[in-house]
């Protein structure tokens, strides 16, 4: 399935994206589950498989979408996880993940605005795999770990560059609010087919800045959650953001820099294209 989180016309809504349209599932099982995140907690998706087809369905196009998950627990992000990446970065060569945090008050939906605000010039796209936990867990095995996967979504990690580079932590320069695309939805396992095989690519203005395959990853997606869940317990609706590939802005002659009017878009196979503006803000 394909699930997504949208504004309905009473307030944040969810539902299963089938071709041009959305059965708005949250209008029947919305009072028990008000949110995707809740959904997933309970169990819910042989429910919510049943009943799409009874539920009203509205058109994909128009749709004011929110973050595929709008109040995670928390949001972890995996840094500097592809070899040339970390190449273009200069950075040494670990045996763990990096691992950094995002706040969720600065996640955002496909087709919404990225926000560049005044104090800043320097904002950076990073294209990333995003990973929905559905079964929470401490200490999970990595033989175990596709067994707590919810979803995938794409994400788009925009950084503001001097932000970052004001000291050796990357908190601020990746916390600024409306910098956290999450979405355009979560496609479930079943249908997101094998993962090292699925292409990453990041695009601004049209011109593809970002290509790879997630099998490049140096840490993969069951490494990863075993790590995580290593130091933190894991809960339903989690996000871990795997890493962006090489060719980020900061680093390219001169430095390619996001600016307002621009379009940015996140595509990954199996998945689709998450789209978004850069606007300014305060």
């Avoid at 009473?10 to 949250?26: H, K, M, T």
């Avoid at 997101?192 to 997630?214: I, K």
């Avoid at 680093?251 to 300014?280: F, H, Q, Y």
Wanted: charged share 20%; with cysteine; hydrophobic share 40%.
């Amino acid at each position: 399935m394909k699930l997504v989180s949208y504004k309905g016309d009473n307030g944040p809504a969810w539902g299963v994206v089938n071709g041009n349209l959305v059965a708005e599932v949250s209008a029947s099982l919305g009072d028990e589950w008000p949110d995707l995140a809740a959904m997933i907690a309970a169990g819910g998706m042989a429910r919510v498989a049943a009943a799409v087809g009874n539920a009203p369905t509205r058109s994909l196009d128009g749709l004011a979408f929110l973050p595929v998950v709008s109040n995670p627990s928390k949001i972890l992000c995996i840094g500097v996880n592809y070899a040339m990446h970390r190449e273009e970065m200069g950075r040494s060569a670990f045996e763990e993940p990096t691992v950094f945090t995002r706040f969720a008050d600065t996640l955002i939906g496909h087709d919404d605005a990225i926000g560049l605000p005044a104090i800043s010039h320097e904002l950076d796209y990073e294209g990333e795999l995003a990973i929905i936990i559905g079964r929470g867990g401490r200490a999970i095995d990595a033989a175990d770990a596709l067994d707590h996967i919810a979803g995938f979504t794409c994400f788009n990690d925009a950084t503001l560059r001097d932000w970052q580079r004001h000291s050796s932590q990357f908190t601020p320069g990746k916390n600024f609010p409306r910098t956290g695309p999450l979405g355009p939805w979560l496609v479930t396992p079943d249908e997101m087919g094998a993962l090292p095989d699925q292409r990453l690519q990041t695009r601004l203005n049209g011109e593809v800045v970002q290509d790879t395959v997630l099998a490049d990853m140096i840490f993969d997606v069951p490494k990863i959650i075993a790590y995580c869940s290593a130091f933190t317990p894991l809960r339903p609706g989690d996000v871990i953001a795997t890493g962006t590939p090489a060719g980020v802005g900061a680093k390219r002659k001169p430095p390619l820099w996001m600016k307002p009017g621009d379009v940015v878009e996140v595509e990954i196979d199996g998945i689709g294209c998450l789209r978004n503006t850069i606007a300014p803000f305060e």
